[in-house]
């Protein structure tokens, strides 16, 4: 079983910077997600196990997943955060197939960060 833990949510005035934080416990393919309340949860961005990355359109250019496999971490650094963005962020890995910003495409799970995004 994969353990995922995420970190770094927060709050921030629009045209801010976070970076979200997720640490691992097996490597695999990894993606993050988002549910906003109401809302689906969505993808973000996935990453394949060879480095193929798959952003969202509404998020490209302003996001950008990275990883550092000799601390057992990825990231999501978010710059030119908008209202909109605001949601639970959820870390997640171990693609079992399918669309690679379906979130059914994952089997584990984070338990989420919030991330809220003022005007």
């Known amino acids: 079983q994969v353990q995922l833990m995420e970190s770094g949510g927060g709050s921030v005035q629009a045209g801010g910077s976070l970076r979200l934080s997720c640490q691992y416990s097996?490597?695999?393919?990894m993606g993050w997600f988002r549910q906003a309340p109401g809302k689906e949860r969505e993808g973000v961005v996935s990453r394949e196990g060879g480095g193929r990355t798959y952003y969202a359109d509404s998020v490209k250019g302003r996001f950008t997943i990275s990883t550092d496999f000799g601390k057992n971490m990825f990231y999501l650094q978010m710059n030119n955060l908008k209202p909109e963005d605001t949601a639970a962020y959820y870390c997640?890995?171990?693609?079992?197939?399918?669309?690679?910003?379906?979130?059914?495409?994952?089997?584990?799970w984070g338990q989420g960060t919030q991330v809220t995004v003022f005007p």
């Open positions: 097996t490597p695999n393919a």
């Open positions: 997640a890995s171990r693609y079992v197939g399918g669309n690679w910003l379906d979130p059914s495409s994952f089997r584990y």
